[in-house]
């Protein structure tokens, strides 16, 4: 599976990284190396076979809906790297 | 060299209880090996002075004769592990600054045994490798060299900063994750035990995540006794975790009983593969060798979905990755690179966060995840890992537990396989299976490659950490293997 330019540029939007322009050629030859050697995958008989969606055969628990934590605002952006009167601050989204 | 870096686990745990020397003491020495081993970058954190903190009140709690589980006992603890207060990076530029407001689950469970904090080790950039050359603080060194020549050799990844400081002595014992091999391969490069439990044995409840569905934390030892008295603690039910297993924790220790006669031991034929280097292969047959001395009996066994473990997991893992590394956009930790819109500040601060082999796989893995190539490539590698998850349950219908190499190759000079991933992706080519299956597994040094440390492992049904610990132990024991690094902190 060969990944051209512009699929790399696409797929770099998707994930939000900034990738410059001159990357994108030797990136796309890169991830083309990864893809075609996962390729080898298409070989498996894989028809009547679910996919694995546990590794461990358990049920979800469920839990009681009440607050157990939090309530600790101070605590929640501590580690942010710009706030604003007790909020996340980021860039003007809204016009 | 000494003498109190030199024990372990249980040797110290007695020599504290019989007041012979006291938890500061042993701290103080761990805490001139850590400053001794800065030259190999085993650790991205030092904390000496929580140590000592920790160490005293571990001394008042012995001399009261109140003493905990793993009271006194100096730790190095992978910097993927949240520790409240201290700096946790994942190897990672996009954690700058990060301090946890809390603890995570396997750690809280560490200090509240009593253990002591020694500091934070580097590791693979979020876990993302297999030779701690991919962290933003620069590779770990491993402290053996290949005898006549000096290049220094990697330490093995991801868990490789704490590998380094158990092997030269900067550490009792250490904490790892295992997603592909990252406790296991690591161990073996640096001549240690690795064990990751099975799946949902350790809570991941605050450590940083890589693939949910693969990450297995675990101890790293000098010995299979310190594994099983490290597993005994950091094991165990935790509601904060929704795949944590709700299994009581036997006393591990109490299963070494050297006794394993009459056990069936697979010996899976597909794990002999092309170009495997010689001394591997008769390592193995060593190994064989030493089972059967001990009464246990070797079986061949066939896992015929092996070579497909790998191009599995290079997209399962980088699918969850993809997700789980969303989180990452400069609103609520880390680095932020300002930008005209909040995409513009995403984009930038992604991009100058995140080295390249986090890069690659955040791109394979959104674009395995994308529209049009989700049934192709992430459903397919799931129905793969079906069949993987099979072949061990079919196996384990005619054996105990399994005995493999854990690595294809020992520890290989720092910038090797650099440029070609798939290359250093082959470095888990017999690791993988045992995380995609979430089974037990446990990596012995077991001889010496050119001077360099090689490891066998033992693989077992799920949550029979029991079988693997002890039969782990006798090939510990067989093969007797008591060289040393060329590099001793402690």
Redesign the interface.
């Known amino acids: 599976m060969a990944l051209d330019k512009a699929t790399v540029a696409r797929i770099a939007t998707l994930a939000r990284i900034r990738v410059p322009e001159e990357e994108l050629e030797p990136l796309a030859a890169e991830l083309s190396g990864i893809l075609d050697w996962v390729e080898q995958l298409m070989a498996v008989d894989t028809s009547d076979v679910p996919p694995m969606t546990s590794v461990a055969e358990m049920t979800l628990p469920m839990r009681d809906d009440v607050v157990s934590d939090g309530n600790d605002r101070d605590a929640a952006i501590g580690n942010a790297p710009r706030t604003a009167r007790g909020f996340y601050a980021v860039p003007k989204v809204v016009e | 060299m000494s003498e109190l870096t030199a024990l372990t686990i249980a040797e110290a745990r007695a020599g504290l209880r019989a007041k012979k020397f006291s938890a500061c003491e042993l701290a103080v020495a761990y805490n001139d090996a850590v400053e001794r081993i800065k030259p190999l970058n085993a650790f991205i954190t030092t904390t000496p002075d929580r140590a000592l903190e920790m160490a005293a009140a571990s001394d008042a709690r012995l001399a009261k004769g109140e003493a905990l589980p793993l009271d006194g006992i100096p730790l190095a603890i992978k910097d993927l592990f949240c520790t409240k207060g201290v700096l946790t990076t994942a190897g990672s530029h996009i954690l700058d600054?990060?301090?946890?407001?809390y603890e995570s689950t396997v750690t809280e469970k560490l200090w509240a045994a009593g253990a002591v904090l020694l500091g934070k080790t580097n590791m693979d950039e979020f876990a993302m490798g297999s030779s701690t050359t991919t962290s933003y603080y620069g590779p770990s060194e491993n402290p053996w060299r290949r005898p006549g020549d000096n290049r220094p050799l990697v330490a093995g990844g991801s868990s490789g900063g704490s590998a380094v400081a158990v092997a030269a002595r900067a550490a009792l014992a250490g904490t790892g994750t295992d997603t592909g091999g990252s406790i296991r391969q690591p161990a073996s490069f640096c001549g240690i035990v690795g064990m990751k439990p099975?799946?949902?044995r350790c809570s991941r409840w605050g450590v940083v995540a890589f693939a949910s569905?693969?990450d297995h934390p675990g101890p790293m030892t000098r010995c299979v006794h310190d594994a099983a008295i490290m597993l005994g603690t950091m094991a165990g039910h935790d509601?904060r975790d929704?795949?944590s297993?709700?299994e009581p924790v036997p006393d591990y220790e109490k299963a070494l009983t050297g006794d394993i006669r009459g056990l069936k031991i697979g010996i899976p034929r597909e794990y002999r593969i092309d170009g495997m280097a010689g001394e591997i292969e008769s390592l193995w047959q060593a190994g064989i060798a030493w089972l059967r001395e001990a009464g246990a009996e070797p079986v061949e066994i066939s896992l015929p979905?092996t070579?497909?473990a790998l191009?599995?997991y290079?997209?399962i893992a980088p699918a969850e990755a993809?997700s789980n590394l969303?989180r990452y956009?400069?609103?609520?930790?880390?680095?932020?690179i300002?930008?005209?819109?909040?995409?513009?500040?995403?984009?930038?601060t992604?991009?100058a966060g995140?080295g390249v082999e986090v890069?690659?796989r955040?791109?394979?893995g959104?674009?395995v995840l994308?529209a049009g190539y989700y049934d192709a490539?992430y459903?397919?590698?799931?129905?793969?890992?079906?069949?993987i998850?099979r072949d061990f349950a079919a196996a384990f219908e005619r054996c105990d537990c399994i005995l493999a190499p854990t690595a294809p190759s020992a520890a290989f000079p720092i910038g090797e396989k650099a440029d070609d991933?798939?290359a250093m992706y082959l470095n888990d080519v017999f690791t993988v299976p045992a995380d995609l299956?979430?089974l037990p597994a446990v990596s012995v040094p077991a001889g010496l490659s050119d001077g360099l440390p090689l490891g066998l492992q033992i693989i077992g049904r799920?949550f029979d950490e029991e079988t693997v610990l002890r039969v782990g132990q006798v090939l510990e024991s067989a093969a007797s293997f008591t060289h040393l690094p060329s590099f001793i902190a402690g």
Not at chain 2, 97 to 101: D, I, R, V
Not at chain 2, 329 to 336: C, P, Q, T
Not at chain 2, 379 to 387: E, I
């Open positions: 600054g990060f301090t946890p407001p099975t799946y949902g569905s693969l509601p929704s795949t297993a709700p979905m070579k497909y191009p599995a290079y997209v993809s969303a956009d400069g609103v609520k930790f880390g680095l932020r300002d930008g005209d819109s909040l995409d513009d500040m995403y984009e930038k992604r991009a995140f890069r690659r955040v791109l394979i959104t674009y994308s490539y459903l397919k590698a799931q129905r793969v890992r079906s069949l998850a991933p798939v299956a979430g799920a």
